[in-house]
């Protein structure tokens, strides 16, 4: 059976670490899969706040998850330091992708990778709008627009 790849970017504009607690570990004694994209979720959420976009909010404008895909490299385990980093890709004209890598801070290890495709939604008009003026060249790291 083939499996996802996912390239990496070069550069990765936003970085942020995120501790793994008890409550994120399964029955295997490792990061579950669903906590680790609970842990993505929430690094994407700091890079919107960074750049002025609480909760992924623009105005009436918000991004929403068109889909997703991850690939699983090593166990993660309570206690350890995840670094999270993620840069915008292969934009369109009402969304893009967000790559993602998610390393142990102290060993580089590295956890996982993947990829978020998001859209702009306009919660007034309930449909998916075109990215918003500045949207794009904040997310590639460029000055507020």
Same mark, same amino acid.
């Given at each position: 059976?083939?499996?996802?790849?996912?390239?990496?970017?070069?550069? $990765?504009?936003?970085?942020?670490?995120?501790?793994?607690?008890?409550?994120?570990?399964?029955?295997?004694?490792?990061?579950?899969?669903?906590?680790?994209? =609970?842990?993505?979720?929430? &690094?994407?959420?700091?890079?919107?706040?960074?750049?002025?976009?609480?909760?992924?909010?623009?105005?009436?404008?918000?991004?929403?998850?068109?889909?997703? &895909?991850?690939?699983?490299?090593?166990?993660?385990?309570?206690?350890?330091?995840?670094?999270?980093?993620?840069?915008?890709?292969?934009?369109?004209?009402?969304?893009?992708?967000?790559?993602?890598?998610?390393?142990?801070?102290? =060993?580089?290890?590295?956890?996982?990778?993947?990829?978020?495709?998001?859209?702009? $939604?306009?919660?007034?008009?309930?449909?998916?709008?075109?990215?918003?003026?500045? $949207?794009?060249?904040?997310?590639?790291?460029?000055?507020?627009?």
């Amino acid at each position: 059976m083939a499996r996802i790849q996912i390239d990496l970017p070069i550069h $990765f504009p936003f970085t942020t670490e995120l501790a793994v607690y008890v409550s994120h570990i399964n029955y295997g004694g490792h990061l579950d899969n669903v906590q680790l994209l =609970s842990l993505v979720s929430e &690094a994407q959420m700091r890079l919107f706040a960074e750049l002025g976009w609480p909760q992924g909010r623009i105005g009436d404008v918000v991004t929403l998850i068109a889909d997703a &895909a991850v690939q699983y490299r090593s166990e993660a385990f309570r206690g350890e330091t995840m670094v999270v980093r993620i840069a915008a890709h292969d934009f369109n004209p009402k969304g893009c992708d967000l790559v993602w890598q998610m390393t142990e801070e102290s =060993s580089g290890r590295e956890v996982a990778r993947g990829k978020t495709g998001i859209v702009c $939604f306009d919660l007034t008009t309930r449909k998916l709008v075109a990215i918003p003026e500045g $949207f794009r060249q904040r997310l590639e790291g460029g000055p507020p627009g």
